[in-house]
Structures are given as structure tokens and as C-alpha cells.
């Protein structure tokens, strides 16, 4: 059973050919077809299933706070950023919603104020302006995600998504050259409250400097996993010697987690394979083994709205269970076969 399901990623992997709908398999299809499918997949540069041909994101007009949907400009393509300009014209928008392409209703909105509060009325997070992160998928201008302290994104009552020690896998796209030391440039799954909960009770992906609780080799920065009250580089909660500095312009970032074993892995999202920089039981610390992880789905700060982190979001997804590391390499070569370039305009 397990050979069927490595020959059918390996066949999708294989179908990565260059078409009006950019890729013939997105990640979300190499996840499904690897027996772990995505509960949440957000991007506002492209569709992430072949067939995908609903919103990615919405903007919000300036001048009128006029709303439009931006959608790919056909199945499983990239987005229609055209639509996004002559809507915007030459007023500012904001992204307003990051919608999830699996199904499942885990958009991605302004997050609300917690333990930390945003600097918006009310104590919410700034939204990202829409056309501030412009980069070229298969020589075609799209945009990130540019968060800046104090912007953020959530959904407190996601579907699907892990509890308690249950397995999952995530992997992001992230401007590997655009990051600080502040708290927390994180995505993936957080607390339901917007508040600290304990150890344990919170598994994203974390990109940047950070030092105060680990760090790995050099002097960042890295993909760790934020696990709260803690940013984890490996089994020793201050530092993993084999967890490289890396600063791709396009990082490919993973984290998998599931009963006493996780793993993080990375890559240039441009060129060349996933490389594994932990792999193995979980943190040498209280309450991290089980987990306890509540749910909710994070971009640009930390499970309690800490908002000092800045950095930029392409795209990425959560999965339900444990991904083996063929799917994701599979994932990696559909990213490399996207051809992430930066933009001339």
C-alpha cells in the first residue's frame, strides 16, 4: 500500500510540466495523492490544486472601501493580478481576506488584539497592502503577502485542522531575505483564544532571527517551529548545530509534526531539493510531548498576537497527518517547476 501511494506521488511529481495552468499537480494534489491532505491552502500568488479555479484573496479599495475577488486567470493558474491593478488603480488596497482553497472555509482575516494588541482600532492587526510583495510565477507578475510589524492574519475557528497530539505536516513560501528578530513571523496552527495557553499548544513554521528561546547554526536566520513559549530548532531547546542560516530569496519552509516526533525541512523554493535539518523526538522540555495543539491558523505573528516580526508570505498549507518525506519532495519539485523569479515592475 504505502509503494501505491509513493508511485502515484511520484507519477504526479513527474507531471510537473509548464501549462497555461501553471503545473499539473499543485501541492495540495501531491499532498492528497501522498495519503495527507491539505485542511487549509492559502495563496494570494496561484492556485493550489490543479483544478482550483475559486478566490484566492480579496482586496480592499482606499478611496470607496470597494471590495474585489482575485481569482487565478484559469484552473490551478496563477492569479489575475491584472484585475487586482485595474481595480486598485492608482489608490491603495488591502488584502482583506487570504481565501482557503481546500474546501474547508479557513480564510485567513485581520486578526483580532490578544495577549499582545495590534496597532488598528480596537487592538486588531494591520492588513497588507496588496501590492507591496511583487515577485513573477513562470515569468508573470503576482503578489505576496508583506507583512510588516504589526500586521497579521488569523482564523480562531479553523475546520479540520490538528488538535491535541494529532499529526499534521505544513510547509510555506517565504522571502528568505525579509525578516527581523522580532515575535513571530509564524504560519501554521496556533491557539483558539489569541492568547499564551502553555507549551505545547501551538505548532507553526517560524522564519527569522529570534534568539530569545533557540536558535541553530550561524546567526540566522532559520526555519524553526514555534511551539509556544518556545521557537524550536531540535531536541535541545536552545540549539541544533545542523539547523543551517539560510536566506533564499524564495524559502521553501517545512515543519511536520506528530506523537514524541517532528521534523524541519528547507529549500531554495527555486532550484534544487529539500534538505532535512531536524528529524527526530520532540524538545528536551515540559510540555511539549504530547502536544496540545488547539487549532487555529496564524500569518505574521505569534499565537498570542505578538507582532514584532516582518517578512512575506507566498503561499502555503496545513495537512491532516503526517507527511512522509517523498510527498514532500514532490511538493518542493512543483515549487521549482512554478519558477518563483523576482519581478522587474
Known amino acids: 500500500m504505502a509503494s501505491r501511494s509513493l508511485k502515484r506521488v511520484c507519477v504526479l511529481a513527474l507531471g510537473l510540466v509548464g501549462t497555461a495552468s501553471l503545473v499539473a499537480a499543485g501541492p495540495c494534489d501531491i499532498y492528497s495523492s501522498g495519503g495527507t491532505p491539505c485542511v487549509a491552502a492559502h495563496s494570494t500568488v496561484r492556485a493550489l490544486y490543479n483544478a482550483y479555479t475559486g478566490s484566492l484573496y480579496q482586496v480592499k479599495r482606499g478611496s470607496d472601501g470597494a471590495t474585489a475577488n482575485i481569482a487565478p486567470l484559469s484552473a490551478g493558474g496563477i492569479a489575475n493580478v491584472t484585475a487586482q491593478d485595474s481595480f486598485c488603480g492608482s489608490t491603495t488596497c488591502l488584502i482583506t481576506i487570504i481565501y482557503d482553497q481546500s474546501g474547508r472555509g479557513n480564510h485567513l482575516t485581520q486578526a483580532p488584539p490578544g495577549g499582545f494588541r495590534g496597532p488598528e482600532p480596537g487592538g486588531y492587526d494591520r492588513l497588507a497592502r496588496a501590492n507591496a510583495a ?27 485542522t490538528a488538535t491535541g497530539d494529532a499529526a499534521q505536516g505544513m510547509y510555506a513560501v517565504f522571502d528568505g531575505t525579509h525578516y527581523n528578530s522580532g515575535c513571530c513571523f509564524d504560519y501554521g496552527n496556533a491557539e483558539t483564544n489569541s492568547l499564551d495557553t502553555g507549551n505545547g499548544h501551538m505548532e507553526a513554521i517560524y522564519f527569522g532571527s529570534n534568539t530569545v528561546w533557540g536558535s541553530g547554526a550561524g546567526r540566522g536566520p532559520w526555519i524553526m517551529a514555534d511551539l509556544e513559549n518556545g521557537l524550536f530548532s531540535g531536541a535541545n531547546p536552545k540549539n541544533n548545530a545542523g539547523n543551517p542560516s539560510i536566506s533564499h530569496r524564495f524559502l521553501t519552509a517545512v515543519v511536520k509534526g506528530g506523537p514524541n516526533k517532528w521534523a524541519i525541512r528547507g529549500a531554495n523554493a527555486a532550484s534544487g531539493s ?7 523526538a520532540r524538545p528536551n522540555a515540559r510540555g511539549y510531548n504530547p502536544m496540545k495543539k488547539e487549532g487555529a491558523i496564524i500569518l505574521g505573528i505569534g499565537g498570542d498576537n505578538s507582532v514584532g516580526a516582518q517578512g512575506t508570505f507566498y503561499e502555503g498549507a496545513m495537512t491532516s497527518g503526517y507527511p512522509s518525506d517523498a510527498t514532500e519532495n514532490s511538493v518542493q519539485a512543483d515549487l521549482v517547476a512554478a519558477r518563483y523569479a523576482t519581478s522587474t515592475t
Open 134 to 160: 511583487p515577485v513573477t510565477l513562470n515569468g508573470t507578475k503576482v503578489y505576496g503577502v508583506f507583512i510588516s510589524p504589526g500586521t497579521g492574519y488569523r482564523n480562531n475557528a479553523a475546520n479540520g
Open 274 to 280: 529539500l534538505s532535512t535539518f531536524y528529524d527526530g
